[in-house]
């Protein structure tokens, strides 16, 4: 890197020199990645009244299962194929409590190469989300017809392979916590702004 690397945010002034060299226990980050997936999941037909659909809405809720995760041991250079796999169940609701789906079932799979050296470990966090159920509508009879939901869940993974260190690093000396003050019941975003997740190399 071309940059010294420096604290931060700094005062226009500059950043202040280091009081002392500390070694401190941290998580380290060897490598990181994420993966979105995109899994579409459908109901099972329906079938109600025609006229029982008129102005109904449909909306849906996914919950995710436990966390599968496999590797491969390191080669040569410490690369790792990693696959996760997390199973979610799609609880479709409507405005009216006179119809009513079974719940869907799905899975989201994840494939990554990461740097994951002997002793590592790996982390996975996720976000699944299910878009606005789209209707489809076949007319039956004049009076009856069958409907199914389609939604798509979108699976957002993040896999980190991370080992506890000792690292040994620059202070400014300890932490100073400021006096608590009533700011409104809007709270300021952090600075700067946390983004997550952060983009695969």
């Known amino acids: 890197m071309s940059d010294a690397i420096q604290p931060g945010p700094c005062p226009a002034t500059g950043c202040p020199a280091p009081t002392e060299i500390v070694c401190i226990k941290v998580d380290k980050v060897f490598d990181s990645c994420f993966q979105t997936d995109l899994v579409s999941v459908s109901t099972t037909a329906l079938s109600v009244t025609t006229a029982s659909l008129t102005g109904v809405t449909f909306s849906c809720a996914v919950t995710s299962g436990t966390v599968s995760l496999g590797s491969t041991p390191p080669d040569a250079t410490g690369c790792v194929n990693v696959i996760v796999t997390i199973p979610f169940t799609v609880t479709f609701t409507s405005s009216t409590s006179t119809i009513t789906f079974s719940p869907v079932t799905g899975q ?29 509508i076949t007319p039956v009879t004049l009076d009856l017809s069958n409907v199914t ?53």
């Open 108 to 136: 989201c799979t994840s494939f990554a190469t990461l740097y994951a050296p002997t002793g590592t470990t790996f982390q996975v966090e996720s976000s699944l989300v299910c878009s606005t159920p789209v209707a489809t």
């Open 149 to 201: 939901l389609t939604s798509v869940v979108t699976c957002c993974v993040v896999i980190k392979s991370t080992l506890l260190v000792q690292l040994l690093v620059p202070s400014y000396g300890q932490c100073e916590v400021p006096q608590c003050g009533v700011r409104g019941l809007v709270c300021p975003p952090p600075t700067p702004p946390q983004i997550f997740p952060s983009p695969c190399r």
